[in-house]
């Protein structure tokens, strides 16, 4: 299926580049909007513990027959939130035959890694410099 | 204010570590709310340019009167925005006078980019196994 939706985290980053992150600079308007619909795609219990299944399993891939039994929702329901993460760039899928099968993307949560990632591993803020409340 | 929002994302984590990762094995109920609820703070493009001007602000704090400017938003809805990120976890407040200072929380941007952070930095999923649809 299409991996278009992956141009909302990759558009305005160079390719496996960490990034023009977060913490490091304000974030222009267009790079905000692009961020945070994959984070929206992240803010639900369901769609993390959908994607963490997803991402965890050993072959690489898991069947949407796998997914549905570990929770207490329709069909309908477990598919829009897949659906929702894959319109991310978080995931992909392939339909074949009956089933829908269903892998990470992991330059997307690299990505999104990368963006929350202080450089050098060091503080860019920590506690308020009490002296220098002007 | 109040540190207790901070439980939001480390109660279930040791402090420091760097985590029972979203991309390792599948989370817990417990842990997708706790996660989603940062993320969903981060689901949205004024409060991602917030915590940017506030993460990259070179004196490690920012009066809210250094925000404001950079929108074309209200004041109240500037400090809901700040609210929400701050009930996340991701910034903590003081008031001074007339004004509110704010800054990052850098524990918690840590914790999220260690839960998507791959193990290793190698693959855990990358494209389907074509022979594994069974």
Known sequence: MSKQELAVVGRSEAAGACCPGLLTAPLGEEQAEELAKVFKALGDPVRLRLLSMIASRAGGEVCVCDL?????????????????????????CERRG?????????????????????????????SPATGDAS
Request: no cysteine.
């Open 98 to 126: 009956t089933w829908v099968y269903y892998w990470l993307l992991p330059e997307t949560t690299d990505r999104l890694a990368g963006v929350l990632t202080r450089p050098g591993g060091t503080a860019t803020a920590g």
């Open 68 to 92: 549905t039994p570990a929770f207490d929702l329709s069909q309908p329901t477990i598919s829009h939130h897949l659906k929702l993460l894959r319109q991310a760039g978080l995931i992909d």
